[in-house]
């Protein structure tokens, strides 16, 4: 009877001699030859030392508390956060400072050698899903590819709007004929404003899922922030002149 029932599971596949095997992570397979693991829902891992079900996403095992393996996750799941553009920078630090505390390499510096890998791998993972979030550009296209937008690799699509490409130039033209560092002062204003309004207008085509216009101020946001290197280098130069 529990073979027949087994057979309509879905998640099962035949092993060529007529017994079928769970479809589970390639971290939850059996590391000993004719080993029989239980079943579990999909949504569930194995825990590689005590074999206990582990609930995916969680970071210890509930059943002997050892630290689990790091797995596939956007930035956000992550770091525990829910989708979205606007993160307060508090809630943000709170969530990876908790991380940290839990995963930091001391607190494991008794444990097996295998868990002092894995906690540090986990803080990696943590560090570089902190990076991408804080920074606007990349939470931008972050949340552009879970949606299945294509991104090019130098970070967003190419600048192919001829008004981002017009505002591009003006911008340009105006810093590079600024003789003085009031003159910059007043472009680095101007650009702020453009900044702090290009953010508000994202944030507001996230929230309606309007990912062409997203995709575009992604763009405008990019080359915004680039501008602000110009500004700093222009500002620089002015200051320095005699």
Known sequence: MMDKAAKKLPSETSNGNGATNAMLPSDTVPSQPGAVEPMMPARVNACWSCRGPVMAGDLFCSTCEAVQPSRPLDPFARLDLEP??????????RHYFDLQRKLHPDRFATKTSRERAISIA???????AYETLQDPVKRAI???????MTIHADGCNTMSDPVLLMEA???REALAEAKSL?????IATVAGGEKANCLA???????????STADRLTTRLKYLIKFEDELRTARARHSQAP
């Not at 972050?142 to 299945?148: A, D, H, I, P, W």
Request: no cysteine; aromatic share 4%.
């Open 84 to 93: 979205g553009f606007e993160i307060p920078s508090e809630e943000l630090d």
């Open 182 to 186: 009031d003159a910059v002062e007043g």
């Open 201 to 211: 207008e994202l944030a507001d085509a996230f929230g309606k899922n309007d990912l």
């Open 122 to 128: 986990l803080t990696a993972d943590i560090n570089t």
């Open 142 to 148: 972050t949340l552009l590819e879970m949606q299945g």
């Open 169 to 171: 130039m003006e911008q």
